[in-house]
């Protein structure tokens, strides 16, 4: 059952105007991780808002929680390899480096 306590990084994801929807389902005190999914929505259209669901999805994991990706719409194409080796968002590494280290994390990603 999902809570209505969100993250801090999901209300990050509502103000990223779409690109990235976050559900947590809380710990409810057991001690147990908090469970994530990041549903990415955007391509190569958008490189920058493309990568926040990776990047977020390897902190996340960092600090000790259980994280799913969810590709859907223009995000599938990122994981097409001369897609995600030619995305470089603004700001950010390049995009297979985000990949690299969600699939080193080995988070599953749905597309």
């Known amino acids: ?4 306590a969100m993250h801090g990084c999901a209300g990050l994801a509502a103000m ?13 005190g057991s001690g147990s991780p908090a469970k994530y999914l990041l549903v990415g929505l955007c ?11 990776f990047v977020w999805a390897s902190a996340l994991k960092a600090a000790g929680n ?3 990706i969810e590709l859907a ?3 599938t194409v990122l994981m097409r390899t001369p ?3 030619s995305v470089t968002p603004v700001g950010w590494p390049p995009f297979k480096e985000a990949l690299a280290k969600v ?3 080995k988070i599953p990603i749905f597309v």
Do not use: Y
Not at 1 to 4: N, R, V, Y
Not at 43 to 53: C, H, M, Q, V
């Open 1 to 4: 059952m999902l809570k209505s």
């Open 43 to 53: 391509g190569s259209e958008n490189p920058t808002r493309a990568n926040f669901p």
């Open 66 to 68: 259980d994280v799913r």
């Open 16 to 28: 990223a105007g779409g690109s990235v929807v976050a559900a947590q389902e809380g710990t409810g």
């Open 103 to 105: 699939v080193e994390n």
């Open 83 to 85: 897609v995600s080796d």
């Open 73 to 75: 719409g223009d995000a």
